[in-house]
């Protein structure tokens, strides 16, 4: 177990669709980052949290929305979803102040598009 | 804008010998930090290692080390001695000077231990 923590680990749903990814980082981090990895385009950075607050912006879709709540949990939310939105989602944590230490990853959530 | 190339897309080594992995970066930051992933077939990504660009020394954590070359913007990785379990996809990835940079990675190479 890393410390970072994913729900759902799988979801399967319809084209259209809406759904929100959870993800709680590892105890004392501040810090939380999402990633799309996927077939064809590699790990792809989406946005960035920090302490409740935005701090960066990837190739994030319009569809898709992020927040950080004040307990630090983040939620990612992916709306009128596409076939090409199927991939390994990922949410990552770090500490602040150490420029050394790794993100610590969590297991990732599983979207299936059908 | 901050790039890395990986240009092997899949490798294979013996069992217990020695493998290179390619990495080259592009940044116009004259301070940043490079790392290396493993992601095994279980999906999980792993932190394997960390150079800094200021760093003097080459890092080195168990079997694995970092080949630094500053000049070259090249920071490639070296598995020794392979095991079975060190098949897996390596990423290459690049922050920028904070802890607070968000990390871009490669495109990653897929390496296979033989028996």
């Known amino acids: 177990d890393s410390g970072v923590t994913q729900t759902p680990k799988h979801l399967i749903t319809a084209t259209g669709q809406r759904v929100t990814l959870r993800c709680s980082p590892r105890?004392?981090?501040?810090?939380v980052y999402w990633y799309q990895q996927s077939l064809d385009q590699g790990l792809q950075f989406l946005i960035q949290?920090?302490?409740?607050?935005?701090?960066a912006k990837g190739n994030i879709l319009e569809r898709f929305s992020a927040q950080q709540f004040p307990d630090l949990h983040s939620e990612l939310n992916l709306s009128s979803l596409e076939l090409g939105d199927s991939a390994l989602y990922f949410c990552?944590?770090?500490?602040?102040?150490?420029?050394?230490?790794?993100?610590?990853f969590g297991s990732g959530t599983r979207l299936t598009v059908v | 804008a901050q790039k890395i190339t990986q240009t092997q897309p899949g490798m294979f080594v013996q069992e217990k010998e020695a493998v290179t992995l390619d990495c080259t970066y592009d940044?116009?930051?004259?301070?940043?930090?490079l790392f290396w992933y493993k992601q095994p077939s279980s999906g999980e990504m792993i932190f394997l290692i960390y150079?800094?660009?200021?760093?003097?020394q080459n890092a080195t954590e168990g079997r694995y080390s970092l080949n630094f070359q500053k000049a070259r913007k090249s920071a490639n990785l070296v598995i020794s001695a392979s095991q079975l379990g060190d098949s897996a996809m390596y990423f290459c990835?690049?922050?920028?000077?904070?802890?607070?940079?968000?990390?871009?990675f490669g495109p990653g190479t897929s390496l296979s231990v033989i028996p």
């Open positions: 990552a944590s770090s500490p602040q102040g150490s420029p050394s230490t790794g993100y610590t």
């Open positions: 949290y920090y302490n409740g607050e935005e701090r």
């Open positions: 940044t116009s930051d004259p301070s940043y930090g």
């Open positions: 150079q800094g660009s200021y760093d003097q």
């Open positions: 990835a690049m922050r920028g000077k904070t802890s607070y940079d968000k990390v871009i």
């Open positions: 105890s004392g981090d501040l810090s």
